[in-house]
């Protein structure tokens, strides 16, 4: 009898440990809204709580690579936008030029404004972005793209290679900038010159020498040339266009990605709140079920007790 009262002592005081402890976590769920005390009531749970934390942390970080690219490509395509501003009041100035009603005087004031369309695109040419990195000098961003000798004029390429690409995802980046070489360089339509070449053929025809009246050979040569620099230019001006047109693609998935970021972290957020939060409904019955069970358990335990206790005495 006694051994049997002792085991069932034992059962009680076990149940209503184990109530008391339901109790406590419902209220811990209660005051702090989370599901979980700690990892160790539901391992399981809190294991995929930490991947799909990581997974967030990630994305937060993807969503600033997407800040850094739109800013880096928006600068880049205003950057371009202006050379082919510049470029279209250069051909008109071609076009001038090779016209017979052109003077001496009209050639010089041609030359005066193409040497400042020239130091505009070179500014352009080397346009930073707010950290202050050259977009279109490659690896080599620390320094400008391109450089212009103080006495020739004559504009030099001093990047090296490519940029790095931006991670904005898992197994996805974008590419934010462009080497002057694969943007600039080799102009079809020009003789394989770069844009910067193209340009500078343009102010070296209108430096040459005025041709002497009625040598109709110079004359015949300096409009020739003259043409050219027009159809180079024109050619130049594609060629920023089709840059333009990358970099517009580039800014396109920017705003894709965005939205895939979005909605996964929506996802993921839901996902979290279902592992993690507590539901304050179901926890409230649970709690009010249990502290009903524990009040129960307590009063039987007590009656039984004492009914144990009042046999010793009178056994």
Known sequence: MRIGT??????????????????????????????????????????????LARTQANNTRYASGLDLAEQRLGIADKSLEGMTNQLIRLKELALQSSSETASPADHHIFLTEAL?????????????????????????????????????????????GEGVPVAVGASASIRTTDSAPALFGNVAGAGGRSVFAVVQDFITALQAPEPAPGDTAAIAARRTAFST???????????????????????????????????????????????????????????????????????????????????????
């Open 6 to 51: 002792s085991s069932f002592n034992d059962s009680q005081l076990n149940a209503m440990a184990r109530l008391c402890g339901q109790i406590a976590a419902g209220q811990g769920a209660i005051s702090t809204g989370k599901s979980r005390v700690s990892a160790s009531d539901d391992p399981a749970a809190a294991a995929r709580s930490a991947d």
């Open 116 to 160: 400042q369309i020239q130091k505009v695109m070179v500014s352009l040419g080397n346009a930073q972005d707010a950290g202050g990195a050259y977009l279109f000098a490659g690896a080599r961003s620390a320094a400008p793209a391109f450089a212009q000798d103080a006495t020739t004029g004559a504009v030099t390429y001093q990047g090296l």
């Open 229 to 315: 620099a027009v159809d180079g230019v024109g050619a130049a001006t594609d060629r920023i266009a089709a840059g333009r047109a990358d970099i517009g693609a580039r800014l396109n998935r920017v705003d894709s990605e965005r939205s895939r970021l979005t909605a996964e972290g929506e996802g993921l957020t839901q996902a979290r709140s279902t592992l993690d939060d507590a539901d304050y409904a179901a926890t409230i019955i649970s709690l009010q079920r249990a502290s009903t069970i524990l009040q129960a358990t307590q009063r039987s335990f007590s009656q039984l007790s004492s009914l144990s206790l009042f046999n010793e005495i009178h056994g």
